[in-house]
C-alpha cells in the first residue's frame, strides 16, 4: 500500500511539475464535477447550518458577503487542531512560519504575514479572542482548548477588527456556559510522549438560571524531536503547558446580559533548536578561521541534510511565556437596537534565549531576554436588532498597549549588547457597517473606520565594543491618522445561493525598528510608515442538492503600499524593519462541502493564488550573492543589496488543496466515526532576499483517526494517526549569513509532524 501510493503520487507530481497550473485546475474541476454530478444516495442527508459573527452580528455563513472559512467545534475535535498552526491544515489560505521564538513565528493569511523580528511592529493577520484583539500574535500561539468555532475571515478587515487586519483575522470562539449541568475530560497520549489532560464543566449557578458558568482546564507535556549532540538532551518540546479559563454569564434581566471571560496561561518550552540544512566547508563565525570560531570542526558527527533532526549547542535554549486576561461584556437590548460593551485587559511575558553560532563554541551564550505586554481594549457599538431592510454596525474603540523589551547579547561570556526599549500605543477609532437590501435581492453594503494613532517610545541600548560605537538615548513620539472604507454588491439568484463583488481597504499602523541593532542614526528615521492595501474581490456562495452540497468560491486581488519587511544588516548583523515598495497577491480559493451520504461527507478546499513583489528595494543580498544575481553596492550607502522585482513571498504556495471524507456509523451499541484528510502544498521559499537554499520543495501529507462513542456510559475514545506516509517537511530555513562570514549555509525548523505521529484520546461526558 505504502509503495503504491508513493508510485502514485510520483506519478501525479511529475505531470504536475511538467503541466503547472493546468494539472492544478484539472484537479479542481475533477472535484467540483464529482460534488455536481455524484447521484444521491439518501434522502436525509443535509449540511448543517454553520452560523459566524464576522460582521459582528450573528448570521448565516452563506448571507455574508465575505471570504470565510468556519470550522466548527467537532471539525476541531476530529482533526485535532491544538495550536494555531494546525488551522493552516484546513483553511487553505493560511499559513504557518516557526521562528527562533514564539515572537519571530507568524501566521499568514492569502501569502501575506509579518515576519519581522522586533518589538516595534504588528502583524497584518489579526487574532480576535471572544471578540478581544490582542495586540500581538504570539499571545495566541499556546494551546487552543475548549473552541466552539474558528473563523478565519480573508482579505483586509480592518473596517470592523482594527488596525492590525490588513491580511484578514482568525477569531477564537470558545464555549459559552450552559443552564444544563454538564462536563467532559479526556486524556491524550502519542508521539514523543506527548500527555494532555482537559477538563471542563458547566452548568447554572442560580435556582432561576439566570447565572450560569463554565470552567476549563488543560494541562500537556511532550518531548522535542531534535537531538542536541552536544549534551545528549532533546530541543523543541514542551516542559508544560497548562491553562485555565474561567466564563461567568449573568442574565441580569430579560434586556441586560453579562459575560465575564478570566483567563491564565503558561508554556514552558526548550525551543528552538535548527537542525543544519546545509553547511559548506570552512563555515566560520564573523569568517574567522580559528579553532575558537570554526563551526565544522566542532560539529563532527551531526546530521546534515534536509532529513537532519540534529544540532549541537551549549548555549540554554528556552522560550517560556505565559498570558493572562480579563474580559468584560454586557449587551442590552433597546430592542430597536442592542448597545455591546467589551472592555478587557491583557498581559503577556516572554523570556527567550537561543544560540545563534549554532554550535558548541563558546561564543553567544546569551541571546535573548524578556517582553511584556500590557493591554487594555474598549469597544462600545450599537448594533441593529430588527428585522428592517436596514441593518446597521457603529461604535467607537479604544486601545493601549503599553510594551517593554529588555535584551542581552554576551560575545565570549563578555555583555556586548544591552538593549531596553519602551512602547507605549494608543489607538482611538470611529467604524461603521451598514447594509440595505432591496427587495429585489440585492443588497448593498458600505462600512469605514477612522482611526487616530499615538506612539510614545524610549530606546536604551548600549553596546560594548560590539559593531558599532554610538550608544542611542532617542525618546521621542509620534502619530497618525488614517481613514480606510470597504463597499460590497450582493445579489441573491435564490434562497440558497448568492454572488457578490466588494472593495476593501487595509491598514496597518506605523512601526518602529527596535531590534538588537539599534543605532542612532537608524532611529533618527522613525517611524517606519503605514502599510495599506487596497483589496477586489468577487465571490459565490451557494448550496443545492437540497442543502447536500455547499459551494463557495472567491477570487481576490490584494495591492499593498510601503508593505512592511525585514532586511538583514550585515554591520549589525541584525534584521531591520523598513518600508519597501509594492507586493500584489491574486488568486482564487475554493471550499466545498459534500453530504454524499447521511453517514457520508465530503470535503474539498483550495487555494491558487499568484504573488508578485511590483517593487522592493534596499533588501539585502542572499548569502553568496553575486553581482552577476543582482548584488550591487546600494546608492548611497557602503552596504551591498538588491532591488527585487517579480519574486515571491515568503511562506506563500502558489497552490494548496485540503480533501476529507468523514464517516459516521455504528458499531453494535457505538457510534463510529472515521477521519481521512490530505494536505498538499506546493513549493515554498522562506526569505524574502529570495536565497534558493531556502526552498522547501512541494509535499503532501495525509491524516487519518478513528474514534467510537456511546453516549448512555459518556465514553469516547479516538485513535490518531497523522503524516500517515512519514513525509519530511520543515516549517522554516534560515540562512545565518552574515554570522556565519558569509558562509551559504542553512538551518531549518522541523516540526515533530514532519514524521509519522500516533495518538490515541480517552473521554468522558455527562
Known amino acids: 500500500m505504502k509503495r503504491s501510493f508513493r508510485y502514485l503520487w510520483g506519478f501525479f507530481d511529475t505531470r504536475r511539475k511538467q503541466s503547472g497550473w493546468v494539472a492544478h485546475y484539472a484537479l479542481v474541476v475533477m472535484a467540483a464535477s464529482f460534488t455536481v454530478f455524484s447521484t444521491p444516495s439518501s434522502a436525509e ?34 482533526y485535532r487542531i491544538v495550536t494555531i498552526s494546525d488551522i493552516s491544515n484546513l483553511s487553505t489560505s493560511v499559513n504557518w512560519q516557526q521562528g527562533l521564538t514564539s515572537s519571530n513565528s507568524t501566521v499568514s493569511i492569502r501569502g501575506l504575514g509579518t515576519t519581522n523580528f522586533g518589538t516595534g511592529v504588528e502583524s497584518s493577520v489579526g487574532i480576535v479572542q471572544d471578540n478581544v484583539v490582542l495586540s500581538r500574535q504570539n499571545e ?151 579553532p575558537c570560531c570554526s563551526v565544522n570542526p566542532a560539529v563532527v558527527g551531526v546530521d546534515v541534510g534536509p532529513s537532519s533532526r540534529e544540532t549541537s ?144 517610545y524610549s530606546a536604551n541600548a548600549r553596546r560594548f565594543g560590539f559593531n558599532t560605537a554610538d550608544n542611542p538615548q532617542v ?45 542612532e542614526s537608524t532611529a533618527l528615521l522613525f517611524p517606519i510608515a503605514p502599510e495599506t492595501v487596497d483589496s477586489y474581490e468577487v465571490g459565490l456562495k451557494s448550496e443545492f442538492l437540497d442543502n447536500r452540497v455547499r459551494l463557495n468560491v472567491a477570487a481576490f486581488s490584494s495591492e499593498f503600499n510601503n508593505f512592511q519587511t525585514q532586511a538583514f544588516d550585515s554591520d549589525a548583523l541584525t534584521f531591520r524593519i523598513i518600508n519597501a515598495g509594492q507586493v500584489r497577491t491574486r488568486g482564487i480559493e475554493i471550499e466545498s462541502e459534500f453530504a454524499a451520504t447521511e453517514a457520508l461527507t465530503l470535503m474539498f478546499n483550495g487555494t491558487f493564488q499568484n504573488m508578485e513583489i511590483v517593487d522592493l528595494v534596499n533588501i539585502g543580498g542572499y548569502p553568496g550573492q553575486t553581482a552577476a544575481q ?22 506563500a504556495p502558489d497552490s494548496k488543496i485540503f480533501v476529507a471524507a468523514d464517516y459516521r456509523g455504528t458499531i453494535g451499541s457505538y457510534e463510529s466515526h472515521a477521519n481521512l484528510s490530505y494536505t498538499w502544498q506546493s513549493d515554498v521559499l522562506f526569505e524574502l532576499n529570495q536565497n534558493p537554499r531556502a526552498v522547501q520543495d512541494d509535499y503532501g501529507v495525509v491524516n487519518v483517526s478513528f474514534g467510537i462513542q456511546n453516549e448512555d456510559s459518556g465514553f469516547d475514545a ?49
Open 313 to 456: 549547542v551549549d548555549a540554554p535554549t528556552f522560550g517560556n511565556y505565559s498570558s493572562s486576561g480579563l474580559s468584560v461584556q454586557f449587551e442590552y437590548d433597546f430592542e430597536s437596537v442592542t448597545l455591546t460593551s467589551i472592555s478587557s485587559i491583557r498581559e503577556w511575558e516572554e523570556e527567550t534565549n537561543a544560540d545563534i553560532d549554532w554550535s558548541p563554541l563558546s561564543i553567544f551564550q546569551i541571546n535573548g531576554g524578556s517582553k511584556d505586554q500590557d493591554t487594555f481594549t474598549q469597544e462600545l457599538r450599537l448594533n441593529s436588532s430588527s428585522e428592517n431592510a436596514l441593518q446597521y454596525v457603529a461604535g467607537l474603540f479604544y486601545y493601549d498597549n503599553s510594551t517593554t523589551q529588555d535584551f542581552n547579547r554576551t560575545f565570549f561570556d563578555v555583555l556586548v549588547q544591552d538593549l531596553d526599549a519602551a512602547i507605549d500605543t494608543t489607538n482611538f477609532a470611529v467604524f461603521g457597517d451598514l447594509q440595505y437590501s432591496f427587495g429585489s435581492g440585492t443588497h448593498f453594503g458600505v462600512g469605514g473606520r477612522w482611526q487616530s494613532e499615538d506612539i510614545d
Open 475 to 519: 525618546p521621542t513620539s509620534f502619530s497618525d491618522k488614517d481613514a480606510t472604507f470597504k463597499v460590497s454588491l450582493t445579489q441573491d439568484f435564490s434562497d440558497s445561493s448568492m454572488v457578490y463583488v466588494s472593495f476593501s481597504q487595509g491598514y496597518k499602523g506605523q512601526a518602529l525598528d527596535l531590534t538588537t541593532g539599534l543605532r
Open 718 to 766: 479516538t485513535v490518531f494517526v497523522n503524516n500517515l506516509f512519514d513525509q519530511n517537511y520543515v516549517t522554516g530555513i534560515r540562512a545565518p549569513g552574515g554570522i556565519w562570514g558569509g558562509s551559504t549555509g542553512t538551518v531549518q525548523q522541523i516540526p515533530r509532524q514532519a514524521e509519522t505521529t500516533y495518538g490515541i484520546r480517552l473521554g468522558y461526558s455527562f
Open 140 to 290: 495566541a500561539f499556546g494551546d487552543l482548548f475548549n473552541l466552539d468555532r474558528i473563523e478565519v475571515l480573508r482579505g483586509p478587515q480592518g473596517t470592523l477588527f482594527g488596525k492590525n487586519a490588513s491580511a484578514g483575522v482568525i477569531h477564537l470562539i470558545t464555549k459559552a456556559p450552559t443552564e444544563e449541568f454538564e462536563g467532559k475530560a479526556d486524556l491524550f497520549y502519542g508521539s514523543f510522549d506527548e500527555v494532555v489532560a482537559r477538563g471542563t464543566v458547566s452548568g447554572a449557578l442560580s435556582d432561576s438560571g439566570n447565572v450560569t458558568g463554565r470552567l476549563t482546564g488543560y494541562y500537556r507535556t511532550v518531548d522535542g524531536n531534535v537531538r542536541n549532540r552536544f549534551d545528549g538532551s532533546t530541543l523543541n518540546g514542551i516542559d508544560s503547558s497548562y491553562g485555565i479559563r474561567g466564563k461567568l454569564a449573568i442574565e441580569a434581566s430579560d434586556k441586560l446580559n453579562f459575560m465575564i471571560i478570566a483567563d491564565f496561561s503558561d508554556l514552558e518550552s526548550d525551543c528552538c533548536g535548527e537542525p543544519f540544512r546545509t553547511l559548506p566547508d570552512n563555515t566560520n563565525v564573523f569568517g574567522i578561521a580559528d
Open 630 to 651: 543582482g548584488c550591487a553596492q546600494l546608492p548611497n550607502s557602503t552596504r551591498s543589496g538588491q532591488n527585487v522585482v517579480g519574486g515571491t513571498l515568503p511562506n
Open 45 to 78: 442527508a443535509v449540511l448543517d447550518e454553520v452560523v459566524v459573527t464576522a460582521q459582528k452580528r450573528t448570521e448565516n455563513l452563506q448571507d455574508v458577503p465575505v471570504a470565510i472559512t468556519a470550522i466548527t467545534a467537532e471539525t476541531i475535535e476530529n
